[in-house]
């Protein structure tokens, strides 16, 4: 009777084993959903590392025709991916969302959908520019579209392009 039971235990825990390692229970296969959740690609070579942000002092001037003509603020959720090769960075991409994002001139609400891309690091360390793709809306009306280039040093914008179409 001891060694049925002891049989069984040992089933038990094989099938425990078995049970908390299925595919579809590994945090890393949906990973926005996981704060700073790591995902090997090959364990030698590459990783890239997935994490979620919520910021709640962003901030984006509105440039059109080379005038900032408003500036919008609130919070953004960031769905950050960082891409590693032998340990050293190679690139990051942010993809950002906002809704509620508020005109400092206007109070019109905005949705934003934001891309930022840093690429081809020097000796590990990330670059001095970032790239920015951005579409916002407002209830109003108003539409922003465009793309600049930030200087992560000094915060200035330069290469701006943007499609503007103001309700005001």
């Known amino acids: ?21 299925k595919s579809d229970d590994d945090p890393t296969t949906n990973a926005f959903k996981n704060s700073s959740v790591q995902k090997s690609q090959n364990a030698h070579d590459t990783k890239t590392v997935k994490q979620i942000v919520v910021w709640t002092t962003y901030w984006m001037p509105i440039i059109c025709g080379g005038v900032q003509i408003d500036d919008l603020s609130g919070t953004v959720t960031v769905y ?25 001139k206007t109070s019109e609400k905005f949705t934003v959908k934001e891309n930022d891309f840093k690429q081809n690091t020097i000796n590990g360390e990330w670059p001095i520019y970032t790239s920015i793709h951005f579409n916002i809306n407002g209830d109003n009306g108003s539409h922003y579209l465009g793309s600049v280039t930030l200087n992560n040093n000094t915060g200035e914008v330069s290469d701006v392009k943007t499609k503007c179409i103001a309700s005001y």
């Not at 009777?1 to 390692?21: E, G, P, Q, R």
């Not at 891409?83 to 960075?89: F, L, N, R, S, V």
């Open 1 to 21: 009777m001891k060694t049925l039971i002891k049989f069984l235990l040992a089933i038990a825990c094989v099938c425990m084993l078995i049970a908390c390692s």
């Open 80 to 104: 950050a991916e960082y891409h590693y090769k032998d340990g050293i960075p190679m690139w990051c991409n942010y993809h950002t969302i906002g809704v509620d994002i508020i005109s400092s």
